[in-house]
């Protein structure tokens, strides 16, 4: 069973930055791509970021490019999310999820991943 678990959410004010983690216990020799998503009141959990498992590919969805830096700590077993510029429409949960059928790769269809985190909350205050 692998388990997925996110921190460094928070209360923000706009034009500040957070780093969201997501530390991962799974097998030893494991590879597998991550993917970050988040879900604001009311709507429905959309894609944010996604990276390979060798980090050589990073995927983001055009309302947090130049804004959202996805990157991993394989030794760690650990994503993140660096998250600049915040605007009160980045509140949301944020939820990692791994992806154990892409390495090369990562996707943005959320249906693909296999396992989900907790979410963190991020509250952007104007």
């Known amino acids: 069973q692998v388990q997925l678990v996110e921190s460094g959410g928070g209360l923000v004010q706009a034009g500040g930055s957070l780093t969201l983690s997501c530390a991962a216990s799974?097998?030893?020799?494991?590879?597998?791509?991550m993917g970050w998503f988040r879900q604001a009141p009311g709507k429905e959990r959309e894609f944010v970021a996604a990276i390979s498992w060798t980090g050589g590919n990073t995927y983001y969805a055009d309302s947090v490019k130049g804004r959202f830096t996805i990157s991993r700590d394989n030794v760690k077993n650990t994503v993140y999310l660096q998250i600049d510029s915040l605007k009160p429409e980045d509140t949301a949960v944020y939820y990692c999820?791994?992806?154990?059928?892409?390495?090369?790769?990562?996707?943005?269809?959320?249906?693909?991943?296999?396992?989900w985190g907790q979410g963190t909350q991020v509250t952007v205050s104007s």
């Open positions: 799974v097998r030893t020799f494991s590879s597998y791509a």
């Open positions: 999820a791994a992806d154990f059928d892409r390495v090369y790769s990562a996707t943005r269809r959320e249906n693909e991943y296999d396992y």
